[in-house]
């Protein structure tokens, strides 16, 4: 079994930051691409950034000079550094790790979810 655990949500002030944290483990061969999906109530998940096993990170135009997304492979671990933040950027975000396991004598990459963490900005 896998489990993918965000960390990390709040209050924060409009122009404030916050620091998001996404950590998978359990029976993992190795974590590949991991991601970061916000959802804001009544609207769909979208992507906002993810990062490879390589370190290539990929960001949606709305974020690219606020966030940064990083990752530690040794914990299995993705980071979202966002600053500058909006009311817009509301919203439950979601973690998205793409997982190698290996179950009775076979590899298999399944894409696991987080139970997401909720980031509020208001004043």
């Known amino acids: 079994q896998v489990q993918v655990v965000e960390s990390g949500g709040g209050l924060v002030q409009p122009g404030g930051s916050l620091r998001l944290s996404c950590a998978a483990s359990?029976?993992?061969?190795?974590?590949?691409?991991m991601g970061w999906f916000p959802q804001a109530p009544g609207k769909e998940r979208d992507l906002v950034a993810t990062i490879t096993r390589g370190n290539m990170t990929n960001y949606v135009d709305s974020v690219k000079d606020r966030f940064a997304v990083s990752r530690d492979i040794a914990k299995n671990t993705v980071y979202l550094q966002m600053n500058s933040l909006k009311p817009e950027d509301t919203a439950v975000y979601y973690c998205?790790?793409?997982?190698?396991?290996?179950?009775?004598?076979?590899?298999?990459?399944?894409?696991?979810w987080g139970q997401g963490t909720q980031v509020t900005v208001s004043s």
């Open positions: 998205n790790a793409d997982v190698l396991t290996y179950i009775r004598g076979a590899y298999v990459s399944r894409n696991y």
């Open positions: 359990g029976s993992i061969v190795s974590v590949n691409t």
